[in-house]
């Protein structure tokens, strides 16, 4: 029952969004309501298996929560915060890296067979690290103990290579699906997904190990992906034309483009000659800091605090998963719905102002982490560092990607998110106190809340830089005669 009292806002929150974004005048581009249907039947299976890829990324967190309190045969902790820092940081390295190999790959071999590929890793992944835990619980003082975080290491750097494909196979698949004007409204959705995915890794994640043990933190992902896995392969298809409906112009950067695919190499210099790809791609290296140093680390800030300041039990804390849940759903959809309707389907002004958010949050942080406000502070802030993420590695990479490279496009926007919070892990690894007299100390953690103001002023005059910026395809658009015959409702549209 208290599962499912925490269930419900989401719940509520959902079906008012759905209500609200329902009753928005409709972008009229044509689509017939059957196309509308398959295309909800092809993105909700995609969606949820890769929210349960983050559950099964996350998990690692919530592994540290029990971890860190089991000691070993030496009386040392399993998972000190420097270890945890180490593997997670390796993982993220990996992720981030990736992008340069399974990027381009999604782009020949498809959106669906990455997210195949994505999921199938990720099982392994999970129910090695499931076997490995097993094995060092049944024999604290075995060398596999010992050697547990270079074992850990080794196993979430695959998990996270195998991850890598996720991101990119949801744009790549939905690339073909959305026109430009609509693309804010799946930036939301991309927002909704990412922050279910949250909810799933930090809640479910804590009930499972609360009510069944730390082993199955792992199992259980790896359970659920093998049932989205059987749902991906009977519904998704890579475009339109396959799923029996009729493919047409997305109006992004591939539009016009007819000739035949470029080689990678080719493709990789059009990416990075690409000062909107580039200049996108600094911003999400800032996000992936931002987000990760508050979802990574605020649990543990509360717990290793709690003598002094008393937030282990307090409401954020206890229903952190719910809160940023809702927090990133709103964030995702408030900046997808300004950025289709307010600003011409543009993703900088939103960015910029989501930026200026976290910008301020993280100077008010700075002097009131030490007070019971510090919860609802990053719970806001996530709202906004996730409203961005949802906008440009969800929307803009298909954007200024185009169908034809969207999978680069992502690969190398996703990978600078990962390089972030890489540079957040290791940063965070070496300023935050590791010794658990030392770390009780609220004052000793400064530099949690410290070291995200200047990467928040950084992605703030980034993203400010591409404040105009919207793609160019290769000819003039033809607008659809459905559309031309109701500029009232949305206006016409030029690029």
Not at 371 to 379: E, F
Request: with cysteine; charged share 15%.
């Amino acid at each position: 029952m208290a599962y499912l009292e925490q269930l419900a806002p989401i719940l509520i929150l959902l079906v008012v969004i759905g209500f609200v974004i329902a009753r928005l005048p409709r972008v009229e581009l044509g689509h017939t309501d059957a196309f509308r249907r398959r295309r909800v039947l092809n993105w909700l299976p995609l969606g949820l298996t890769y929210a349960f890829l983050y559950m099964a990324r996350y998990n690692l967190t919530v592994s540290k929560l029990a971890l860190g309190d089991l000691k070993d045969a030496s009386g040392e902790p399993f998972m000190s915060n420097a270890d945890f820092a180490t593997i997670f940081g390796v993982g993220t390295l990996v992720y981030g890296f990736a992008f340069v190999i399974n990027g381009p790959l999604t782009d020949r071999i498809g959106g669906r067979a990455a997210i195949l590929a994505s999921a199938g890793g990720a099982i392994v992944s999970n129910a090695a690290m499931g076997l490995v835990t097993w094995m060092v619980l049944k024999d604290p003082g075995s060398e596999l103990a010992e050697g547990l975080t270079t074992a850990f290491s080794i196993l979430y750097a695959g998990n996270m290579y195998f991850q890598s494909f996720g991101a990119v196979a949801i744009v790549k698949v939905n690339a073909p699906w959305f026109h430009v004007r609509e693309r804010g409204v799946f930036g939301a959705i991309f927002g909704v997904l990412i922050s279910l995915g949250v909810y799933f890794a930090y809640d479910w994640g804590k009930l499972i190990l609360d009510n069944f043990g730390l082993l199955w933190v792992f199992f259980v992902p790896a359970i659920l992906l093998a049932f989205c896995t059987v749902t991906v392969i009977a519904w998704v298809k890579d475009s339109p034309a396959q799923a029996g409906q009729k493919d047409f112009d997305t109006a992004d950067a591939s539009s016009g483009d007819d000739g035949p695919r470029l080689p990678v190499v080719e493709v990789f210099k059009k990416m990075f000659s690409n000062p909107v790809i580039l200049t996108i791609a600094a911003v999400e290296f800032c996000s992936g800091f931002l987000r990760q140093a508050i979802m990574q680390w605020f649990r543990e800030f509360a717990k290793q605090t709690d003598a002094a300041l008393g937030l282990s039990g307090s409401f954020v804390y206890d229903n952190w998963g719910v809160l940023l849940c809702c927090a990133g759903i709103l964030g995702g959809v408030v900046a997808g719905v300004i950025s289709d309707r307010v600003f011409d389907s543009r993703r900088g002004p939103v960015a910029t102002i989501l930026y200026l958010f976290m910008l301020v949050g993280a100077v008010v942080l700075l002097f009131t982490y030490t007070s019971p406000i510090v919860g609802w502070m990053v719970v806001a802030m996530s709202m906004a560092v996730i409203g961005v993420h949802g906008m440009l590695s969800g929307t803009a990479s298909m954007d200024f990607g185009g169908r034809k490279n969207v999978g680069t496009a992502v690969g190398i926007i996703d990978g600078f998110v990962y390089l972030g919070t890489a540079v957040m892990s290791l940063t965070y690894g070496l300023v935050l106190p590791d010794d658990p007299a030392i770390a009780a100390d609220p004052e000793n953690w400064v530099w949690w809340p410290g070291a995200m103001i200047p990467v928040a002023l950084l992605g703030t005059l980034l993203a400010t830089r591409v404040w105009n910026a919207k793609p160019q395809p290769k000819k003039a658009v033809v607008v659809p005669a459905t559309a031309a015959a109701s500029p009232g409702k949305d206006g016409p549209s030029t690029f």
